[in-house]
């Protein structure tokens, strides 16, 4: 009888340490799972500051390494108004984000709505896009939007407002007016050659006046 009475008290034993050691075990797993991103590093933001991309993707209080998945992470951002693309690459501890944000062509005066290629949204943001000061008809609204698309980011920011601005010869003219106090006239369809507004300045000197760059590529000083 003692014997068994001894063998059982071993078994239970055992078990009972077994049981520790699997808690144990458990324990240390459930911690190391959870331990947090150690740093967030986000490059190619402008509109959007590091902050608001880190509440964006839900990394404003550093959770689990293991448990936040690049994919997801990328999924979250590209939903986002301002993000084109994202890519997000996980290091040691820490999350590696890199955005292209969508560029900001224009600003509805009328109503504050900014607008990219991709759709319109109004909030509050402070960004350096031009203002549409007038209404362009529907039908061309598209053709509008794939000309200032051409437009480069500096000189989205350098260009102040933009009026359409129609006359007898051609329905598609639009009339802009830069920060340094100079003015352009385009034509929908050459738009893109506002991108060499800066050169031009070089050959014209300071002075201020109007450039026609829709009919005969000229400089009028005022």
């Keep these: 009888?003692?014997?068994?009475?001894?063998?059982?008290?071993?078994?239970?034993?055992?078990?009972?340490?077994?049981?520790?050691?699997?808690?144990?075990?458990?324990?240390?797993?459930?911690?190391?799972?959870?331990?947090?991103i150690r740093s967030v590093i986000i490059t190619g933001n402008e509109n959007l500051s590091d902050q608001?991309?880190?509440?964006?993707?839900?990394?404003?209080?550093?959770?689990?390494?293991?448990?936040?998945?690049?994919?997801?992470?990328?999924?979250?951002?590209?939903?986002?108004?301002?993000?084109?693309?994202?890519?997000?690459?996980k290091g040691l501890l820490s999350i590696k984000i890199d955005i292209k944000e969508e560029k900001i062509l224009y600003i509805e005066k009328s109503t504050g709505k900014k607008y990219t290629k991709n759709g319109s949204l109004k909030d509050d943001k402070i960004v350096c896009a031009p203002f549409l000061i007038n209404e362009v008809p529907k039908d061309k609204q598209e053709d509008f939007i794939k000309a200032m698309n051409k437009l480069n980011k500096n000189i989205l920011c350098q260009t102040s407002e933009i009026k359409y601005d129609p006359?007898?010869?051609?329905?598609?003219?639009?009339?802009?007016?830069?920060?340094?106090?100079?003015?352009?006239?385009?034509?929908?369809?050459?738009?893109?050659?506002?991108?060499?507004?800066?050169?031009?300045?070089?050959?014209?000197?300071?002075?201020?006046?109007?450039?026609?760059?829709?009919?005969?590529?000229?400089?009028?000083?005022?």
């Design 1 to 36: 009888m003692q014997k068994k009475k001894r063998k059982k008290r071993l078994r239970v034993g055992r078990l009972f340490l077994l049981l520790i050691i699997i808690l144990a075990i458990s324990f240390a797993c459930v911690k190391f799972v959870d331990i947090p």
């Design 52 to 89: 608001e991309v880190m509440e964006i993707a839900e990394l404003e209080d550093y959770p689990s390494y293991f448990s936040t998945l690049s994919f997801t992470l990328k999924n979250k951002l590209e939903d986002n108004f301002y993000i084109e693309k994202a890519k997000v690459r």
């Design 167 to 222: 006359n007898d010869i051609d329905d598609d003219r639009y009339y802009v007016f830069m920060n340094d106090g100079n003015s352009v006239y385009l034509t929908v369809n050459k738009f893109k050659k506002l991108n060499k507004y800066n050169t031009i300045l070089e050959n014209i000197g300071k002075q201020n006046g109007t450039l026609y760059l829709d009919y005969g590529d000229y400089f009028e000083v005022k």
